[in-house]
């Protein structure tokens, strides 16, 4: 099994900025892409970022040019770096990893417990 904890969540001030941490552990053969999500109340899961191995990502329309995400492959990390944020960036954020265990299985999602981001004005 593959485990990531979450890091870095709490309470900001709008306009404030935060970095989220995650480790992945556990039974890890390779890690393809890395990411995060958040969810908010009332509201599906949004993806927010991704990063492959190579370092290529993509970001969601709603964090272009606010959110910044990197990884360390020696470590299994990966980091979001959040700027400029506004009382809607309020929600559980998820990070995720998609990895294979071993050369006999899959690569599968796997993901955090969370961790809560509240920006207050």
């Known amino acids: 099994q593959v485990q990531l904890v979450e890091s870095g969540g709490g309470l900001v001030q709008a306009g404030g900025s935060l970095r989220l941490s995650c480790a992945a552990s556990?039974?890890?053969?390779?890690?393809?892409?890395m990411g995060w999500y958040r969810q908010a109340p009332g509201k599906s899961r949004e993806l927010l970022a991704t990063i492959t191995s190579g370092g290529s990502t993509t970001y969601g329309d709603s964090v272009k040019g606010r959110f910044s995400i990197s990884r360390d492959n020696a470590k299994n990390t990966v980091s979001l770096q959040m700027n400029s944020l506004k009382l809607e960036d309020t929600a559980v954020y998820y990070c995720?990893?998609?990895?294979?265990?071993?050369?006999?299985?899959?690569?599968?999602?796997?993901w955090g417990q969370g961790t809560q981001v509240t920006v207050s004005s």
């Open positions: 556990g039974s890890i053969f390779s890690i393809n892409r």
């Open positions: 995720y990893c998609n990895a294979k265990r071993g050369v006999i299985y899959a690569y599968t999602d796997y």
